[in-house]
T-cell receptor
Framework: NAGVTQTPKFQVLKTGQSMTLQCAQD?????MSWYRQDPGMGLRLIHY???????DQGEVPNGYNVSRSTTEDFPLRLLSAAPSQTSVYFC?????????????FGEGSWLTVV | AQSVTQLGSHVSVSEGALVLLRCNYS??????LFWYVQYPNQGLQLLLK??????LVKGINGFEAEFKKSETSFHLTKPSAHMSDAAEYFC????????????FGQGTELSVKP
């Protein structure tokens, strides 16, 4: 049972570098999303997608880019890393955007920007 | 705007004691409510959810929550705490007209004393 798989689990970046956090799900879910988790702030939505080819911004999209070319994959790109992007990132998926659907989370990616 | 408030960022109980984690929400439309648990360095796992129907919802690991519309609350309880319950707990609401995103509370860290 793979579920939602994120890579890498840990990454250290230098300010200004770019990188991509990979996310894949094997549940044929239409809805995928990225959250970041910071102490005392819960989880905040970065970007989401309701299906292949469709993406939209969440609460904190600045500095991040996403694309959804397939149902399975939803990579998150950091364009020019900043120390403020040091955080734990979670990819999540759900059968659809219907509010009663459960959202399933990956194990997280710990990112440090120095 | 929809929001979720968890009262108490840290809760400490003795093993065998009642666990009560408080969650209040604000929403102008019927909400769908979730509780997630996060163990150290792991992703979020669904404990239980309320969509429609019975207002007392039972979840995994002996947890349950009651949806009280008049109080806009969805408190999480467990009759008898176990050491393995030590974790961070997040209450969240999912709104159908917000792109299917989850809005999280700030989280409550539960400690269990022997």
């Amino acid at each position: 049972n793979a579920g939602v798989t994120q890579t890498p689990k840990f990454q250290v970046l230098k300010t200004g570098q770019s990188m991509t956090l990979q996310c894949a799900q094997d549940m044929n879910h239409e809805y995928m999303s990225w959250y970041r988790q910071d102490p005392g702030m819960g989880l905040r939505l970065i970007h989401y997608s309701v299906g292949a080819g469709i993406t939209d911004q969440g609460e904190v999209p600045n500095g991040y880019n996403v694309s959804r070319s397939t149902t399975e994959d939803f990579p998150l790109r950091l364009l020019s890393a900043a120390p403020s992007q040091t955080s734990v990132y979670f990819c999540a998926s759900s059968p659809g955007a219907f509010s009663g659907n459960t959202i399933y989370f990956g194990e997280g990616s710990w990112l440090t920007v120095v | 705007a929809q929001s979720v408030t968890q009262l108490g960022s840290h809760v400490s109980v003795s093993e065998g004691a009642l666990v009560l984690l408080r969650c209040n929400y604000s929403s102008s439309v019927p909400p769908y409510l979730f509780w997630y648990v996060q163990y150290p360095n792991q992703g979020l796992q669904l404990l239980l959810k309320y969509t429609t129907g019975a207002t007392l919802v039972k979840g995994i690991n002996g947890f349950e929550a009651e949806f009280k519309k008049s109080e806009t609350s969805f408190h999480l309880t467990k009759p008898s705490a176990h050491m393995s319950d030590a974790a961070e707990y997040f209450c969240a609401v999912r709104i159908y007209n917000q792109g299917g995103k989850l809005i999280f509370g700030q989280g409550t860290e539960l400690s269990v004393k022997p």
